[in-house]
């Protein structure tokens, strides 16, 4: 598993190409080895998908009849959807690749795309964090949340159009299989795992 050192040497390169200079990639491993390593990026996301499920699993529970459970088997229903939302946009960009003519930039994508997502993650924590700890702040909380979604996929698609030789385009696209496909896949797979309150 990749250390700290090297986890941060990664997101220098990515904070460079964000700022589109190209030099990042020199900061990236992009070999095939490169590209299997950084699938541990979801793993050092844990701890934040952590307080993202107990703050969910609170608001599961207020939302439902006095009585009703959520243990471990909830957890466990909250990282099978979320390993589901990393892997679906991964085998699209995989199936689309060779007929769309992005196979050559694929290796580079994945790879940023996945390091990238610590980041993103721990931000995205942070309002579940406020509302662990201070349950008032709920309102607050959903803004920051939708200003740090917002955040998040126009920083995905600059460092996209930069792995994809700037063609604005594809990037675009890209972005949205990274966007789209997990946010529908998660609605239904919470709905079909009983991870959503009942409406």
């Not at 095939?32 to 529970?61: E, H, K, Q, T």
């Not at 939708?146 to 604005?168: H, S």
Request: glycine share 8%.
């Amino acid at each position: 598993m990749p250390g700290i050192d090297e986890v941060l040497h990664y997101q220098t390169g990515l904070w460079l190409l964000l700022r589109n200079k190209p030099e990042g990639f020199r900061w990236l491993d992009l070999t095939v080895r490169g590209l299997m390593r950084s699938f541990w990026a979801f793993v050092w996301c844990l701890p934040a998908f952590a307080v993202i499920w107990a703050s969910w699993r609170l608001y599961y529970l207020a939302n439902m009849p006095t009585g009703t459970s959520a243990g471990p088997g909830f957890f466990l229903r909250m990282l099978f959807i979320d390993a589901a939302g990393w892997l679906l946009p991964i085998v699209l960009l995989l199936l689309l690749a060779r007929p769309l003519g992005f196979a050559r930039q694929l290796a580079a994508v994945l790879t940023a795309s996945n390091w990238i997502a610590v980041p993103f993650a721990y931000a995205a924590a942070i309002p579940f964090a406020m509302t662990l700890l201070l349950p008032d702040s709920a309102p607050f909380a959903g803004l920051l949340l939708y200003a740090i979604f917002g955040a998040t996929v126009v920083l995905q698609f600059r460092l996209i159009r930069m792995c994809v030789g700037q063609q604005a385009l594809l990037a675009a696209a890209m972005t949205a299989i990274y966007v789209l496909p997990p946010m529908l896949a998660g609605d239904g797979l919470q709905r079909l795992l009983g991870t959503i309150p009942a409406g």
